[in-house]
T-cell receptor, first 119, second 113 residues
Framework: GAVVSQHPSRVICKSGTSVKIECRSL??????MFWYRQFPKKSLMLMAT?????????EQGVEKDKFLINHASLTLSTLTVTSAHPEDSSFYIC???????????????FGPGTRLLVL | GESVGLHLPTLSVQEGDNSIINCAYS??????FIWYKQESGKGPQFIID???NMDKRQGQRVTVLLNKTVKHLSLQIAATQPGDSAVYFC????????????WGLGTSLAVNP
């Protein structure tokens, strides 16, 4: 399967600071990446769809000014949690789908996740 | 053993037994389905997928069955091993949904040695 990396894998920050999480597709171009959030023992919750070269599309209830997404290249998308608070502590996961010719495949491949703890 | 994945249940099986994990999907228009395995502290890992024009697909030690009549999906794992212990999620997608996956709630599989 496709290889997707995330950095950092784990981060602890103070309340009020901002944290940037990187998501990279290592072996294919990714015009679209997805950002998810996951609470313990729960399913994945889609936060936003990141589109290369354009604005991200946020799901209902997700604050775009709180979770800034930048998809500046075909291999990198970043999620910045601004002015983080303890309730933002969670497991953040990105995913992307490989292209096959002109088509983007439906299968999503996931990064290893980033554990954020806000104190 | 079997489970129904409408909440997060735990399915316990003995090593070497076959496991069946079930999922009831929500959208009758969904035409693509995926099973993912998620180990603790890691991202989901693709296991197997199936399109709606099929009712069965086999991989290595895994089989996915699709029953569109009752909107039911199952994952069968043959000769379950301790390394199969994880949470298993089904996900569905449909044309025109901007490739956003709809996720099941997950089933935790515990393999007893």
């Amino acid at each position: 399967g496709a290889v997707v990396s995330q950095h950092p894998s784990r981060v602890i920050c103070k309340s009020g600071t901002s944290v940037k999480i990187e998501c990279r597709s290592l072996d294919f171009q990714a015009t679209t990446m997805f950002w998810y959030r996951q609470f313990p023992k729960k399913s994945l919750m889609l936060m936003a769809t990141s589109n290369e070269g354009s604005k991200a599309t946020y799901e209902q209830g997700v604050e775009k000014d709180k979770f800034l997404i930048n998809h500046a290249s075909l291999t990198l998308s970043t999620l910045t949690v601004t002015s983080a608070h303890p309730e933002d502590s969670s497991f953040y996961i990105c995913s992307t789908s490989p292209r096959e010719g002109r088509s983007v495949l439906e299968t999503q491949y996931f990064g290893p996740g980033t554990r954020l703890l806000v104190l | 053993g079997e489970s129904v994945g409408l909440h997060l249940p735990t399915l316990s099986v003995q090593e070497g037994d076959n496991s069946i994990i079930n999922c009831a999907y929500s959208n009758s228009a969904s035409d693509y389905f995926i099973w993912y395995k998620q180990e603790s502290g890691k991202g989901p890992q693709f296991i197997i997928d199936i399109r709606s024009n099929m009712d069965k697909r086999q991989g290595q030690r895994v089989t996915v069955l699709l029953n569109k009549t009752v909107k039911h999906l199952s994952l069968q794992i043959a000769a379950t091993q301790p390394g199969d212990s994880a949470v298993y999620f089904c996900a569905e997608n449909s044309a025109g949904n901007n490739r956003k996956l709809i996720w099941g709630l997950g089933t935790s599989l515990a393999v007893n040695p």
